[in-house]
């Protein structure tokens, strides 16, 4: 099984994870990873994130083909969500499963390292001091690095 939607509704985690985890084949590790907006310093009311419909699609899907087959998934997941969103709410979710527990995990870093550098969307942060686009961390960089 392998999933990625991106959307702008929100989803369940807990709904989510339940249903991946069914679906999860022969797999004797599953692991979920939930993003949510983080407001550091209480100033921020919302997050818009942008995509090119199609585009994105493409870009996160080929990622997690890779993913599955470097790592030998059973199942993979990527939710992703665009729009706007508030502070709190989850942003994206990522979820694999492997005969075992490392390959899972370090498929689930990996998917989270593309989605926070690679992926194809664009976020601006709406806050009490005005509109600013979020710009790349080099520790996000670093991060993707090391695959």
Known sequence: MRTVRIQQSPFSYGDESDAFA???????????FLGRVRDEGGRLSAMEIEHYPGMTERA???????????????????????????????IMMVATAALHRGEAFEAAEFLMDY????APFWKKEFGSDGAEWVAAQDADEDALRRW
């Open 115 to 118: 989605l926070k550098s690679r």
């Open 60 to 90: 996160v899907t080929a990622i997690l083909d890779e993913a599955m087959a470097r790592w030998h998934l059973t199942a993979g997941l990527v939710i992703h969500r665009h729009g706007p969103i508030a502070p709190g709410e989850a």
């Open 22 to 32: 069914r679906q999860a084949g022969p797999a004797g590790a599953v692991v979920t």
